[in-house]
């Protein structure tokens, strides 16, 4: 069966993703994950340049009231779905794993980087939405690492262990 190309990319590969190998899988993958940061990345920018910048500080900080943390979370969803060009209840699955997972490591981006406390000593749009840059390359580098981290075969590990005699 054919599928024509006007369908969304990511039917496509849902309807291939029992043909593929695990290692295939990751792309799908990466490219959900990508489409959900840049969703994540443009509604927090959105409101920055909106004039903002405490709202989205205190969605990260996780201050904020739970009926503005709603609306952003509601937004971000929006432009998740809009990025992936899903209907229906594939589309609310897929958003309601990729989404979560994306913000979680962005929040432990930002604490571990101790971005937010730098976010809150400036309160310039430009330094804030700079800030946010870092914040989502930080983001990047944990949901998709790099293969030149520097992880390294020791030599012992190609030796298989030492069968015990009876």
Known sequence: MKIPLHVPWFVRAAGQTGRLAAWQTGRLFRKAARSALDAVQDVLRAEVVQGNGELVRDFLVGKALPVARTLLLERMAARLLLKIGLRGALASNVVGWVLPLVIEQLLRAGRSSGLFE???????????????DELRAATWKRLAPDHGTGAQWLPDDHEPPAQLSA
């Open 118 to 132: 730098k976010v809150g000593r400036h309160a310039t749009v430009q330094d804030t939405l700079r800030r946010l």
